[in-house]
């Protein structure tokens, strides 16, 4: 008889309990978290959105070709000016001013 013989015959007897029910602790938890993430990113979105949105709008515009001419109501003031384009936080006027997007609460074309 060789070592290996009684190795391969001898199983470890390991005790563990029989799960009957549906263990579901976690979920709730993370569901109930993940609905108010939800409501809070939806709530923070709506004028980021909008204001997304009409900046979109303006340079697909078939008014738009070099650069447009808006009303933009930032926070604490309010600017007529053209601008040529955007890059991920800014949009560029013709003087070569930065106006930050999160500043914006408004912008649309000037009459």
């Not at 939800?38 to 738009?64: A, C, G, P, W």
């Not at 933009?72 to 309010?78: C, F, G, H, V």
């Not at 053209?82 to 003087?95: A, F, M, Q, V």
């Amino acid at each position: 008889m060789y070592w290996g013989d009684l190795v391969e015959n001898k199983k470890p007897k390991i005790f563990a309990n029989k799960i009957e029910k549906d263990i579901k602790n976690n979920e709730k938890y993370f569901y109930s978290n993940m609905e108010e993430k939800q409501e809070n990113l939806e709530e923070h979105n709506k004028t980021e959105k909008n204001v997304s949105q009409k900046i979109n709008d303006i340079f697909s515009s078939t008014r738009y070709v070099y650069k447009a001419d808006v009303d933009i109501k930032l926070k604490d003031s309010e600017l007529k000016t053209k601008i040529i384009g955007k890059n991920k936080t800014h949009l560029i006027t013709i003087d070569n001013e930065l106006i930050p997007i999160s500043d914006i609460e408004d912008i649309k074309f000037s009459n």
